[in-house]
């Protein structure tokens, strides 16, 4: 029980489609993080969150909308993507955004883009 | 921004130690050194984390050298459920978009 659960496991999606991904963390923190992990490469930081503010973008397409509704919930909104956008997606959490405290992470979900 | 290099692969035997080194050559004074162990289709999980000298707890122990230019991850009697990607990471305290995975250390157990 990693204490992070994130829904769905597993997605196929057309590159028409709107789909999100949900990502609920059970621990009382106050950072939540987007990860992308593509076949053979590093993870990839995407958005972070604290306290429901987005503190940080890397860069990531606009067809990748993050929502933070509150500490706990933390959304992926998917449209328009592309075959490249298949990997497996990330959330973590963590009780400081420093990079001192360790982040808990779900056990992802698998996107595949048709 | 700290980059780090970690060997591909490596292969054990059930009961050996185990030491992956982690370079990051170019860390900086505020920035901590942390371990995740991540298995297939599952998020990583946080090993060990230190900032100098030695680190242990009950699963690893955390080797950093003065100059704090590499580091070594030390897995005591290793099993076949070791058998995963062992990353090193490099970030900096107070920051937020400093959290830079490497590719990863596969380490395959064989009994």
């Known amino acids: 029980e990693t204490g992070v659960t994130q829904t769905p496991r597993h997605l196929v999606m057309g590159m028409t489609n709107k789909k999100s991904l949900k990502c609920e963390q059970h621990l009382g923190h106050n950072a939540m993080y987007w990860y992308k992990q593509s076949a053979k490469k590093p993870l990839e930081l995407m958005f972070v969150?604290?306290?429901?503010?987005?503190?940080e973008n890397n860069s990531v397409p606009s067809r990748f909308s993050p929502e933070c509704p509150n500490s706990s919930h933390l959304f992926l909104h998917l449209h328009t993507l592309q075959p490249e956008d298949s990997a497996l997606y990330l959330c973590?959490?963590?009780?400081?955004?420093?990079?001192?405290?360790?982040?808990?992470f779900g056990p992802g979900t698998r996107l595949t883009v048709t | 921004l700290a980059k780090t290099t970690q060997p591909i692969s490596m292969d054990s035997y059930e009961g050996q130690e185990v030491n992956i080194t982690c370079s990051h050559n170019n860390i900086a004074t505020n920035d901590y050194i942390t371990w995740y162990q991540q298995f297939p289709s599952q998020g990583p999980r946080f090993i060990i984390q230190g900032y100098k000298t030695k680190v242990t707890n009950e699963v690893a122990s955390l080797f950093i050298p003065a100059d704090r230019k590499s580091s070594t991850l030390s897995l005591p009697r290793v099993s076949l459920s070791d058998t995963a990607v062992y990353y090193c990471?490099?970030?900096?305290?107070?920051?937020?978009?400093?959290?830079?995975f490497g590719t990863g250390t596969l380490l395959a157990v064989q009994p």
């Open positions: 969150y604290s306290l429901e503010e987005r503190v």
């Open positions: 990471l490099v970030a900096i305290y107070g920051a937020t978009n400093k959290l830079i």
């Open positions: 973590a959490s963590s009780q400081v955004t420093s990079g001192r405290g360790e982040q808990y």
